[in-house]
């Protein structure tokens, strides 16, 4: 009997490929320049305006504690939903590239060693052997913590008024 399969975005930051659940990707963008907000988190990095929806951008390279790189018109922005404090909210994820969307089954994930990560391995759902690469399976729901969730919409909520 064959398990679940479920389709994956692969994605690259620093040469190492992620994935992260398609059912939870709105939309892929190319970098747009970001509007800086003050006294947040360094991996904050600021708001964009998407068709008149303010989404706040995470770069994934300073959550992950990896050395900071200028944006490129080839950066791109995942847009995600994530469980917000009372409601689903959306973010952006700054990322070098999206490779492809992969059938991953759901048997293949092993589970994720606790040493051996340059960030926190709460981030990660498993990791994924796929085409001769491993590649780690992100746990948005953990990506950020529900006191950097209300802080963000906080903000937002004082940028807009």
Do not use: C, W
Not at 53 to 77: C, G, Q, S, W
Not at 82 to 101: N, P
């Amino acid at each position: 009997m064959a398990g679940t399969t479920n389709k994956y975005l692969v994605f690259t930051i620093e040469k190492e490929s992620y994935a992260i659940p398609i059912i939870k990707v709105q939309e892929v963008i190319r970098y747009t320049p970001i509007t800086p907000l003050h006294e947040t988190s360094r991996f904050l990095k600021g708001v964009i305006n998407l068709r008149g929806r303010i989404i706040p951008i995470i770069d994934m390279r300073l959550k992950f504690n990896l050395a900071e790189k200028p944006y490129t018109d080839r950066t791109v922005f995942i847009i995600v939903e994530i469980l917000g404090a009372r409601e689903v909210s959306h973010i952006g994820m700054a990322v070098d590239a999206v490779q492809d969307v992969a059938d991953i089954q759901e048997e293949s994930i092993n589970r994720t060693p606790e040493i051996g990560f340059k960030f926190k391995s709460k981030y990660l759902h498993g990791i994924v052997q796929l085409n001769g690469r491993m590649v780690m399976l992100l746990n948005l729901d953990t990506i950020l913590s529900t006191e950097e969730v209300v802080e963000l919409q906080e903000q937002l909520a004082e940028g807009t008024k």
